[in-house]
C-alpha cells in the first residue's frame, strides 16, 4: 500500500513538473516579438597616430564630418514586467554609411594638402545585437501611451568585407561595443517610435589607428502578431 501511495504521488508530481513546464514554455512563445525598421545616422572619427603606409589619400575628397544615413530593420523580443522592471533584446541589421572625421591631417606645403596614409571605409554591412533595460517615465497618463527610457550594450559585428587597401594591413577588426542610451514612445502597444544614440566604446580599427563609430537611430516597431 505504501508503494502504492509512493508512486502514484510521484506520477501526480511528474505531471505536475511537466504542466509547470509547458505553462512556462507558452509564456515565453506569448511575450511580444516586434518587427523594426528605420533610419540610421553615422560618424566615424579618426585617429591615424602612428600609422604608416605606402599609400597617400587626398582628404579634400574623403573628409565628411558629419552623420550620413542609411537604413536598418530586424526584430526584438521584450519580457513582461518583473518587479516593475523591463528588459529588451534586438537584432538588427544596419546598412550603414558613415561621415568620415579624420582628426590628424598629414600636410606638406607647399606641395600637398590635407592627405592621409590611411583611408577609411565609409560603407559596411552590420549586425547589432543589443540588451536593453527599459524604464517608464512616468510623465504622462499611462493608459494612453508610455514613455520609456533605455540603456544598454551592443555588440556590432562586421558582415562586409574591407576594401582591397585596407585588407593588405587588415585595418578592420570584426566586432566593437557600444553603449546605446534613448527614448521609447509606445502608443498603447499599437506600435512603438524610437530614437537611440549609440556610442562606440572600442576602436573599430586595430592599434595604431583609432576609429569610433557612433549611430543614430530613428525608427518604428510593431507587433509580430498584428501584421501576421
Known amino acids: 500500500m505504501i508503494m502504492i501511495i509512493c508512486t502514484i504521488t510521484s506520477q501526480m508530481q511528474a505531471q505536475s513538473n511537466f504542466e509547470h513546464d509547458n505553462k ?4 515565453a512563445i506569448k511575450k511580444p516579438f ?3 525598421t528605420g533610419m540610421n545616422f553615422n560618424k566615424q572619427n579618426i585617429s591615424m597616430n602612428d600609422y604608416a603606409s605606402r599609400f597617400n589619400y587626398d582628404l579634400n575628397d574623403y573628409q565628411k564630418n558629419l552623420y550620413q544615413p542609411a537604413y536598418f530593420f530586424g526584430i526584438r523580443w521584450e519580457t513582461k514586467n ?6 529588451a533584446f534586438t537584432a ?7 561621415g568620415n572625421n579624420y582628426k590628424d591631417i598629414n600636410k606638406l606645403s607647399p606641395f600637398i594638402n590635407n592627405f592621409s596614409k590611411f583611408l577609411a571605409e565609409d560603407q559596411f554591412l552590420m549586425l547589432g545585437i543589443s540588451a536593453y533595460y527599459k524604464q517608464l517615465i512616468p ?8 514613455i520609456y527610457f533605455t540603456i544598454g550594450p551592443s555588440i556590432n559585428a562586421r558582415l562586409s568585407n574591407q576594401s582591397n587597401d585596407n585588407l593588405i594591413n587588415n585595418n578592420y577588426n570584426k566586432y566593437y561595443v557600444s553603449g546605446d542610451g534613448g527614448i521609447e ?10 530614437a537611440h544614440y549609440k556610442y562606440a566604446l572600442n ?25 501576421f
Open 24 to 27: 512556462t514554455s507558452k509564456r
Open 34 to 36: 516586434y518587427l523594426i
Open 82 to 87: 518583473v518587479n516593475n522592471h523591463k528588459f
Open 92 to 98: 538588427l541589421l544596419n546598412k550603414i554609411a558613415t
Open 139 to 146: 510623465i504622462s497618463d499611462t493608459n494612453k501611451y508610455r
Open 185 to 194: 514612445f509606445n502608443n498603447q502597444s499599437y506600435y512603438t517610435l524610437f
Open 203 to 227: 576602436s573599430f580599427t586595430k592599434n595604431p589607428l583609432d576609429s569610433y563609430l557612433n549611430s543614430v537611430e530613428l525608427g518604428a516597431m510593431i507587433k509580430l502578431k498584428d501584421i
